[in-house]
């Protein structure tokens, strides 16, 4: 049957109409949750299972973020060295100066401290940032969301890691113009550092979940993250010796999430001493107040991260 211009164009109309009744868009709605937590059991499975991809993420973030710049990861060691300095001839002036041997355990503790309280402040400041920069996987990936802070504190981690030769280094130099120095190269005691900075890790890595949560409903969360940081060092034992505190003044370093692990550390790598019970009990306490706390207020609310970003 021949169909003439007009026919083929009614026909072309109806066939038009039908195919728009039977296609359907696929729209995906995000709409907020009330607060509460997954299946625990398959949420850390799961994360356990994509624990590749966030070792993947913190080592493209770590080579993209020195990219365009020309002395690149030298500044991992050259900003703390260069503080850890600034401080040391600070805390020397208010301290009316003191022989050779002091003042290089005063540098050696700065040191330490500068490098280990970097490392947790690395953690908490850009796990605080990961959620709200990292938009797109979050909108077009199902992943568990704790793998984004949990990325950040891999990628500061590869960043403590070249801090350690370099106070070694200085340690040693140190110790050839000053002989005398008690401030030891080799002890059984530093066979704790592992455990100490891993307890160290887990508690930065649950703070970095609670920041991170707090900075998707309040975006200041991470400017004001700055000025307490910066309290916060005031606060540890970096720029002062955890003896100087006595009696009840000493609740003051547990009270601190990173007082009981700066204050072990610089026991072992000052001293060479293990660090005592009350600072392993207080480490692993926060640890898990920590990562229980961080993990619940991260885990219940992620749902809604998909609508607050």
Known sequence: MNLTPERWQNAAVANTQKQDESFIPLIQVFEPHRASLP???????????????????????????????????????????????????????????????????????????????????SCISAGATSITTGGRLILNQAFPRALLPFSSSISAFYQYLPTIPV??????IGKIFYPKTQIPTLSWAFLWVPVIVALLAVTAFGLALIFATMNVYFRDTNKLLSYI?????????????????????????????????LAANSSIWIEGKSPTTSELIGCLVWAVIALVFGGYFFTSRERDFAVRI
Request: hydrophobic share 50%; net charge positive.
């Open 167 to 172: 106070y070694l280094a200085v340690i040693i």
């Open 39 to 121: 299946p625990l059991i398959p949420y850390v499975k799961e994360f356990w299972r994509r624990r590749t991809f966030a070792i993947e993420l913190a080592r493209f973030t770590d080579k993209a973020e020195y990219l365009g710049s020309k002395l690149g990861k030298v500044w991992l060691v050259l900003n703390p060295l260069l503080l850890a300095f600034v401080y040391f001839m600070l805390v020397t002036v208010i301290r009316g100066g003191g022989t050779s041997k002091n003042g290089l355990t005063t540098l050696a503790h700065i040191l330490i401290g500068l490098f280990t309280f970097s490392f947790a402040s």
């Open 229 to 261: 940081t910066r309290i916060w060092l005031y606060a540890s034992p970096v720029l002062w010796l955890p003896e100087m505190l006595h009696g009840w003044h000493r609740a003051f370093l547990y009270v601190n999430p990173l007082g009981p692990a």
